[in-house]
């Protein structure tokens, strides 16, 4: 815990560096930070102050609820941002003043007033909007796609966590491999089957030679396999490999989900394409290599069609397992 507590500071103080938020004007225009992001939350689209307006009791900052059907009160946005009452009222009050907001009895209440940006404050929204797409779009101008994608998946990770948020349910995507792809299927199972089951270096071993072999492979036999790599918002989240056991067998091998990523249908969709392409490729069967403790994968096989065809006892990677080998016809 107090390593996390120090990164996050540390990233805090290394954003808030990058993106200049400590001087009195943000982006080289007139208004602070917390100004920019009044207008920012006014001018979005859809939102109360570009489409209805911001609704008051009596004026800025006051407690006002919906002043139009789909309208935001000040208090929502007071909470929103967690500002000050008085703070945000002389915020608006600049912003009248300088001729960027105006205000308008609302046709629901006649007791509330309704915010809203004029031409100029949309002017100044736009601006602002354009002037923080620039800065950022230059922070990731020499960053990679790949580095991009993970990018955006951790801002996700972060954002769920640091908000108490759940991440919202996507579907996986699934792609195949790419460079540098092969080492993290290598080194996501060395460690986290360490950290779940104890399993030893030789685990990690055998998934090594099991990648080697699958790259080393050529002419046909390197036609009728496939790997894949799953992705959860650019994050990758799983794998499966299908290797060619024998002329008509295919074999499923290295299924792997990420704990943050069970629940999502990962690991289904993995064996799903698994078992397309064993079909495409000409095989009649395929088998897979499992054991007993690995409980949820199991489930998925059997889900899938798989039915257990095998089970004994067999000490591996420095523990007692219960070694499975399953299998299932193809169409």
């Known amino acids: 815990m107090p390593d996390a507590v120090t990164a996050v500071r540390e990233f805090s103080r290394f954003y ?8 009195g004007a943000l ?36 407690a006002g609820g919906a002043g139009t059907a789909g309208g935001a009160g000040a208090l929502d946005l007071r909470r929103r941002l967690g500002l000050d009452p008085g703070y945000l009222s002389r915020i608006l009050a600049r912003f009248e003043s300088a001729g960027l907001v105006e205000r308008e009895r609302s046709t629901v209440d006649a007791r509330r007033q309704m915010l809203r940006l004029t031409p100029l404050g949309r002017e100044a929204f736009a601006d602002l909007d354009a002037r923080s797409t620039a800065q950022v779009s230059g922070l990731l101008a020499a960053a990679s796609e790949a580095e991009r994608r993970a990018l955006v998946g951790a801002l996700g990770t972060a954002r769920a966590v640091l908000g108490g948020e759940k991440r919202p349910t996507r579907r996986p995507e699934l792609r195949p491999l790419r460079p540098g792809d092969l080492g993290w299927v290598v080194q996501r199972h060395g460690l986290r089957y360490a950290e779940e089951y104890g399993w030893d270096a030789t685990f990690e071993g055998l998934v090594a030679r099991i990648v080697a072999d699958y790259t080393e ?57 698994c078992l397309r392409f064993a079909a495409s490729a000409g095989y009649r069967e395929i088998m897979l290599w499992t054991n007993d403790v690995l409980v949820a994968a199991r489930r998925i096989y059997e889900r899938a069609g798989f039915r257990l065809e095998h089970e004994g006892a067999r000490p591996n990677f420095g523990a007692q397992l219960t070694e499975q080998i399953w299998r299932r016809p193809l169409p």
């Not at 808030?16 to 001087?23: A, F, Y």
């Not at 609704?55 to 800025?60: E, H, N």
């Not at 091998?253 to 289904?268: F, K, N, S």
């Open 217 to 273: 492979s050529a002419g046909p036999t390197a036609a009728r396999q496939n790997a894949w790599i799953a992705e959860l918002g650019g994050e990758p989240v799983g794998c499966v490999f299908c290797t060619q056991k024998d002329d008509d067998t295919a074999q499923l091998r290295l299924l792997l989900v990420e704990p943050a990523a069970r629940g999502a249908g990962v690991g289904t969709a993995l064996v799903d394409e």
């Open 16 to 23: 808030t560096d990058v993106l200049g938020l400590l001087g």
């Open 27 to 62: 982006l080289e225009t007139p208004y602070s930070l917390t100004e920019a992001r009044v207008l920012f939350e006014l001018g979005q689209p859809g939102s109360a102050g570009s489409a209805g307006g911001v609704g008051t009791a009596g004026g800025a900052g006051t």
